[in-house]
């Protein structure tokens, strides 16, 4: 069984840095692809990154528009652990983040919360000065 749990969120100010981390703490991580998602109060969950298996030496990658070059998705497989570089967060980075994973090609965006069948429990990320 997948068990997923988030952790790092905290109080940020609007342009400092953190990093999220995700675990498997039920078995090792090895997956097809792997995501970040967000969620504001009263708003859709949205994508923030995703990373799919390519190769053993090479992953693809792919951001939300929203993005715009802020945040890095990579794993540390010797770890167990996928992480989210956020740098220079802004107010609106406010929310929920959440960790899923899927281990085979379903058809529907990477991005897209349809794209997944395991969920962690969230952490919450609050970016304000």
């Known amino acids: 069984q997948v068990q997923l749990v988030e952790s790092g969120g905290g109080l940020v100010q609007p342009g400092g840095s953190l990093r999220l981390s995700c675990a498997n703490s039920?078995?090792?991580?090895?997956?097809?692809?792997l995501g970040w998602f967000r969620q504001a109060p009263g708003k859709e969950r949205e994508g923030v990154a995703s990373i799919t298996r390519f190769t053993n030496s090479d992953d693809k990658i792919i951001y939300g528009d929203f993005v715009q070059g802020r945040f890095t998705i990579s794993r540390d497989s010797a770890k167990n652990t996928v992480y989210l570089q956020m740098n220079n967060v802004k107010s609106e980075d406010t929310a929920i983040y959440y960790c899923a994973t899927v281990n085979f090609e379903t058809g529907w965006d990477p991005l897209n919360t349809k794209a997944y069948d395991y969920w962690g429990q969230g952490t919450q990320v609050t970016v304000s000065s």
């Open positions: 039920r078995s090792t991580l090895d997956y097809y692809r």
